[in-house]
């Protein structure tokens, strides 16, 4: 890698540090190319993404941005996961974690708040965030759906009189 790609690289992660809301820091132990292919799916499909990034430069990214914090996470074989929604980053990696020990969870960062590994697996049993809208919704929705039921409810009460009475009739 030469020197340009190496700013280059700097540079893109220093954007992505600022568009962020969680930082995980992860320690590859020997993932296959098919794990990592594996993890980088689940990442996808959660909202998050992850990158295998050298720790010199990470760490200069890291400057000027609130995830300055993550350097005491950078030695060794480490990969960062991030997403913008706080949970996602946290909630793949914990996942693919328990499923395969080749992956260890090192600590991450929500803005300037540095998180161990316990704070990273506690974010990551959080619900995520369109997990809260729908509730949101859910919530919202609820006392329209019973206001609609009371109101038809005396409606129904007289036509199911209504056709006793016709059926008495009748018999």
Do not use: C
Not at 70 to 95: C, H, I, Q, R
Not at 141 to 152: E, H, L, M, R, S
């Amino acid at each position: 890698m030469d020197r340009s790609q190496k700013s280059d690289a700097v540079a893109q992660l220093n954007a992505v540090f600022g568009e962020v809301g969680v930082v995980v820091v992860t320690r590859n132990l020997g993932l296959t190319v098919a794990q990592s292919t594996q993890l980088r799916t689940k990442m996808r499909e959660a909202g998050a993404s992850y990158k295998v990034a050298k720790n010199r430069l990470a760490k200069l990214a890291l400057k000027d941005t609130d995830y300055v914090g993550l350097e005491e996470f950078l030695n060794g074989p480490t990969a960062l996961a991030w997403s913008t929604d706080p949970v996602a980053a946290a909630k793949a990696a914990v996942e693919f974690a328990k499923t395969n020990d080749k992956l260890e969870i090192v600590g991450g960062s929500m803005g300037a708040q540095v998180l161990d590994e316990a704070g990273v697996k506690a974010l990551a049993s959080m619900p995520s965030l369109d997990e809260l809208r729908g509730k949101l919704v859910g919530l919202i929705n609820a006392p329209a759906t019973k206001i609609a039921q009371v109101v038809n409810a005396p409606a129904a009460k007289l036509a199911r009189v209504f056709g006793a009475y016709g059926a008495k009739e009748a018999a």
